[in-house]
């Protein structure tokens, strides 16, 4: 197809359903005299879902319109992302993926000879790559690297350096995989500007960035991988795809930010052409659509019932996952999905590490190994006091009383974006076993748990006990009431980072890990307000 079709026609279906072009000239000047050359990468953290059709499709287009494509699955990527993707699940994380994305593209009819996949590590560990990034950190400031990031590296109060380097290394990865563009979301967006900043400075071309919008998920947030309810996992039974259909946002008569309308707009209609409506012969009977415009219009105008959007789109979704679900059925493929997404509720061996002769004991071994939360000694505190740290003015003294003889001693940062109002005499939540640490001179002997949404300004908001609660009181995540937190969390092992990465606050203003609900023996941990914000 692509060599029956001229330069214009090809720019059309290369830049079709994209929020953003930058570098559209670049574009059309390299259709004038070759192939265009375009990679999209994936960090290999949580398992891909639905969403992910929607840049399948854009690939599909690229092929179509004549591009070589390359995947790169960005291993290193993920582990630098505040460890979302654990070192030692790398390896099976980075299968797991090549096989699920090989396995939606074939289900989309995408020939994949016509596709190069590159593991991410396999180049990025070289020595020339190595001393670039060396190069490119003497030239990218703190403040880049923080600003380029921020809407795709996870943020935390105290940001690891690994997540500052992330960014410059996506830069690199477009000179070293030698590529005319790269796609990916509009939420990407100041990573390919700083790119294109910085890599001429190194002595590379700027290249052309391609930008998908963000598809809204199912509660008409951003899909995400981590908030179960927002999204549809490839590997879902029929059964789990109608129940989460049925709970998705879709008010009759709205089309802002409708997962299920953005669905058939950016993965049916590039794929199929057009878009079947069954319904009951008294309400209409079936139609089939031409045009995205004419389907989002009756819906619109209340012609079509969310029911018979959400049933055609039930029936178009499983016939693409049909075929994902059928390879996914087989010993091998079903092993590497347990090994690289293990049932974190489960220890990996008792025996692993321990010592000779066995028998308890808060030693090494599935102690030190298992990430479960009930690891954190989270307790409900109050608030005795509050006043700034005399050589600081961005830190905050507060004593907290967390149910034992004498207040602890709590520096934090965060509480200079909270009114002081609002601090006097409530109940809090305090982590309590991580090792006390010196700020500027003063000890502080725990943590106080905030919920965090990053901008400017930063919002800030203190995580609420149910009422009623005591000081003292442990919180607990749902599901894991009966484990025993370690005395002191080992900062070597970084437990606390490990977890935080899946702390967050759901469209409800409920405090989740996991999506499993923080509590106490009396009811859930809320915020106010900070709906998708981050705990930290």
């Known amino acids: 197809m692509a060599d029956q079709l001229c330069p214009d026609e090809k720019l059309h279906l290369i830049t079709r359903n994209l929020q953003e072009v930058l570098g559209e000239e670049k574009l059309k000047q390299v259709l004038q005299e070759r192939e265009l050359k375009v990679y999209w990468g994936t960090a290999t953290t949580g398992k891909p879902h639905v969403a992910y059709f929607v840049p399948m499709s854009k690939i599909a287009d690229f092929l179509k319109a004549g591009c070589e494509v390359t995947i790169l699955f960005a291993d290193l990527h993920a582990y630098l992302d505040n460890m979302k993707a654990p070192w030692e699940l790398l390896e099976l994380r980075v299968k797991y993926y090549e096989q699920v994305i090989k396995a939606m593209l074939e289900s989309l009819g995408v020939p994949l000879d016509k596709l190069k996949f590159v593991k991410g590590t396999n180049f990025q560990l070289s020595r020339e790559y190595t001393l670039d990034v060396y190069r490119l950190s003497s030239m990218v400031t703190e403040h880049d690297a923080k600003k380029a990031g921020a809407e795709v590296v996870k943020q935390v109060e105290h940001p690891l350096l690994s997540g500052l380097l992330y960014p410059g290394l996506q830069a690199l990865d477009e000179e070293y995989l030698k590529v005319d563009a790269q796609f990916g979301g509009v939420d990407q967006r100041k990573i390919f500007t700083l790119a294109e900043k910085y890599l001429p400075s190194l002595g590379y071309a700027k290249r052309a960035h391609l930008m998908n919008p963000m598809v809204p998920g199912l509660t008409g947030a951003k899909m995400s991988s981590s908030e179960e309810e927002s999204k549809i996992d490839l590997l879902d039974s029929k059964a789990d795809v109608k129940k989460k259909l049925k709970k998705a946002f879709c008010e009759p008569g709205n089309i802002q930010n409708n997962g299920v309308l953005s669905f058939v707009k950016y993965v049916v209609f590039p794929l199929r052409g057009d878009f079947s409506i069954k319904r009951d012969p008294k309400w ?253």
């Open 284 to 536: 209409g009977g079936d139609k089939i659509y031409s045009v995205f415009e004419e389907v989002e219009k009756d819906f619109a105008e209340e012609l079509i019932h969310p029911g018979d959007l959400k049933a055609s789109v039930e029936e178009a979704l499983n016939q693409l996952l049909d075929p994902i679900r059928k390879k996914f059925e087989t010993p091998e493929l079903r092993k590497l999905t347990n090994s690289a997404y293990p049932d974190p509720s489960k220890t990996k061996g008792a025996g692993k590490g321990a010592k000779a002769g066995g028998g308890g004991g808060g030693g090494g071994g599935a102690q030190d190994d298992e990430l479960a939360p009930s690891r954190l000694d989270i307790r409900v505190g109050k608030i005795v006091s509050v006043e700034k740290h005399p050589d600081a003015d961005s830190l905050y003294l507060e004593k907290i009383d967390v149910g034992e003889a004498e207040p602890r001693t709590v520096v934090s940062g965060l509480v200079a974006y909270i009114s002081q109002e609002d601090l006097q005499d409530r109940n809090v939540l305090v982590l309590c076993n991580l090792k006390p640490q010196k700020m500027r001179g003063i000890e502080s002997q725990a943590m106080l748990l905030c919920a965090s949404i990053e901008g400017e300004p930063r919002r800030v908001e203190p995580l609420d006990p149910p009422e009623g609660s005591s000081p003292g009181e442990r919180v607990f995540v749902e599901g894991y009431e009966t484990g025993k937190p370690d005395d002191k969390l080992n900062p070597k092992k970084k437990v606390w980072e490990k977890l935080q990465v899946d702390l967050k606050i759901s469209d409800e203003c409920v405090a989740q890990w996991q999506d499993k609900q923080l509590m106490t023996k009396i009811g859930q941990i809320t915020c106010k307000t900070l709906k998708g914000g981050n705990i930290s």
